[in-house]
Every structure is written in structure tokens, then in C-alpha cells.
């Protein structure tokens, strides 16, 4: 079954230092994968996706995320984080039929 | 390009009181979905539509609710006899057909659901 673990719940990190958040999913086919932003009570912002080719992806807002196969997963990293950051992370994988699948997600925090 | 617009925001209603509420999709987008969010947890799944025709229906959409998509471009979703627990974020995105199986889905801002 297609699943979709975001490990940390909440991150704390300070402005200026770097970011990571991590993702796993669970797909056995060939994944099509997404990370999504979410501030307070809005909808869900495309930061980037991997549908194929070189496993490093860049985004928007200086984000990037790497597909690695072997461990399942699709890590976002970003290497000076902004106050301005502080969301709400959603991994997702894209299965049959355009059915995405969500983890729980990862609140995120900047520390002046 | 205006984005995926969605009314109301916010709706506030009685238990056992219907609602409906609109999706307004990216212009020539011919895929829209439907996703529910509780607080704390992930977007889920509800149903697509492709143009007119609905798709696909996930079991999380009860007899209760019901979605239609009459001309292929906005949409409606409809809870009736709210409870309790339909209290959530509702939220709509919407794709333009590549021709593979996953599309890039755009989301709206949502309308948040309070069930009283």
C-alpha cells in the first residue's frame, strides 16, 4: 500500500542555519514525488517535485530535495533557512489514477 | 493565471445542516480533487473529477457528501446532515493532463469547515 512517513513532527531551527526534513514513502512502483508548503490556514503551496531524471530537484524559494531509491526517500534540505520559512511541510507521492498520497507533515520553526 | 479559488473561506454551521461548497479551478485545467484535512494530518483524498466525469471515489466520502463538476470547470462538494466530525479543512486542487498517469496538482486556499 502506498504510504508516506514524515518522521518529525515539529523542527526548531535557526535563522541562517540549514535545513533538513525528512521524508519516506512507500510505493511500488516508479514514485512521483512532491513537497508542499502550508502556511496557517491557507492551501498548499508546490515547492518542487521529481517525476524522473537527475535526483536532485530544485524548487522555489531556494529548496531543494534528493530522490534516493535505495532508502525511499525524498529528503527537502534548504542551506540558510528564513524567518520568513516558518510553515508547515507536506511530503507527497503521486500514485495511479492522480491520487496523492500525504504524510502527516513537519511544522517548522525559525529561531531569530 | 489566477489560481484555484475556493468559497467560502470559512463556513460555520449546525449538526444536521447541509452545506456546499465551491471549487473554481486554473482555467483549462481538466483535472480536479477534492481532499480533506484534519488538523494535525495530511490533505486525504476524497474524489477527482476529469472534465465532467467523475473518476474516482475514495470510501472517505460517505452517501452524506456528494460532488459534481456539471460543465468541467467549477465544482461543488455537498455535505448533508453535517456531524460533528466533518469538521475539517476542505480543499481543492486542480491539473492540467500530461498524459502520464500523476499530474502536478495546484491547490486552493481551502474553505474550513466548523461543525457546531
Known amino acids: 500500500a502506498q504510504s508516506v512517513t514524515q518522521p518529525d513532527i515539529h523542527i526548531t531551527v535557526s535563522e541562517g542555519a540549514s535545513l533538513e526534513l525528512r521524508c519516506n514513502y512507500s510505493y511500488g512502483a516508479t514514485p512521483y514525488l512532491f513537497w508542499y508548503v502550508q502556511s496557517p490556514g491557507q492551501g498548499l503551496q508546490l515547492l518542487l517535485k521529481?517525476?524522473?531524471?537527475?535526483?536532485l530537484v530544485q524548487g522555489i524559494k531556494g529548496f531543494e530535495a534528493e530522490f534516493k531509491r535505495s532508502q525511499s526517500s525524498f529528503n527537502l534540505r534548504k542551506p540558510s533557512v528564513h524567518w520568513s520559512d516558518a510553515a508547515e511541510y507536506f511530503c507527497a507521492v503521486g500514485a495511479g489514477f492522480n491520487k496523492f498520497y500525504f504524510g502527516s507533515g513537519t511544522k517548522l520553526n525559525v529561531k531569530p | 493565471d489566477t489560481g484555484v479559488s475556493q468559497n467560502p473561506r470559512h463556513k460555520i454551521t449546525k449538526r444536521g445542516q447541509n452545506v456546499t461548497f465551491r471549487c473554481d479551478p486554473i482555467?483549462?485545467?481538466?483535472?480536479l480533487y477534492w481532499y480533506r484535512q484534519t488538523l494535525g494530518q495530511g490533505p486525504e483524498f476524497l474524489t477527482y473529477?476529469?472534465?465532467?466525469?467523475?473518476?474516482?471515489k475514495s470510501r472517505l466520502l460517505s452517501d452524506r457528501f456528494s460532488a459534481e463538476r456539471p460543465k468541467g470547470s467549477f465544482s461543488t462538494l455537498e455535505i448533508q446532515r453535517t456531524e460533528q466530525g466533518d469538521s475539517a479543512m476542505y480543499l481543492c486542487?486542480?491539473?492540467?493532463?500530461?498524459?502520464?498517469?500523476?499530474?502536478?496538482?495546484?491547490f486552493g486556499p481551502g474553505t474550513r469547515l466548523t461543525v457546531l
Open positions: 521529481y517525476f524522473s531524471g537527475d535526483t
Open positions: 486542487a486542480s491539473s492540467l493532463t500530461s498524459g502520464g498517469n500523476t499530474d502536478t496538482q495546484y
Open positions: 482555467s483549462e485545467h481538466n483535472r
Open positions: 473529477f476529469q472534465n465532467e466525469a467523475q473518476l474516482e
